[in-house]
Nanobody
Framework: QVQLVESGGGLVQPGGSLLLSCAAS????????MGWYRQAPGKQRELVAE???????QYADSVKGRFTISRDNAKNTMYLQMNSLKPEDTAAYYC?????????????WGQGTQVTVSS
């Protein structure tokens, strides 16, 4: 059984910062690409940022220059440093990871963490 658990969400004022974490645990042989997605009420889930096992990153245009994705492969953990937050960043943030669970390779989702940017 593999689990992804996000943490670090909360309420922050515009211009503020938050650090999200996503920890993978369970029967993990290896983790390939990992990514952060977000979904605002009434909108489709969208990719925010992704990172390969080798550290190559990609960002949505809306967060470039403000968000930084990183990972600690030794800890099976991914991070999203969010700076200069805007009200339009308000959403539930989900982590996703492509994981070899010793039987197959498949994608896993976390349960989500809420980020609210408001004064």
């Amino acid at each position: 059984q593999v689990q992804l658990v996000e943490s670090g969400g909360g309420l922050v004022q515009p211009g503020g910062s938050l650090l999200l974490s996503c920890a993978a645990s369970g029967s993990i042989f290896s983790i390939y690409a990992m990514g952060w997605y977000r979904q605002a009420p009434g909108k489709q889930r969208e990719l925010v940022a992704e990172i390969t096992s080798g550290g190559r990153t990609q960002y949505a245009d809306s967060v470039k220059g403000r968000f930084t994705i990183s990972r600690d492969n030794a800890k099976n953990t991914m991070y999203l440093q969010m700076n200069s937050l805007k009200p339009e960043d308000t959403a539930a943030y989900y982590c996703n990871a492509e994981i070899n669970n010793r039987i197959t390779i498949r994608g896993y989702w976390g349960q989500g963490t809420q980020v609210t940017v408001s004064s």
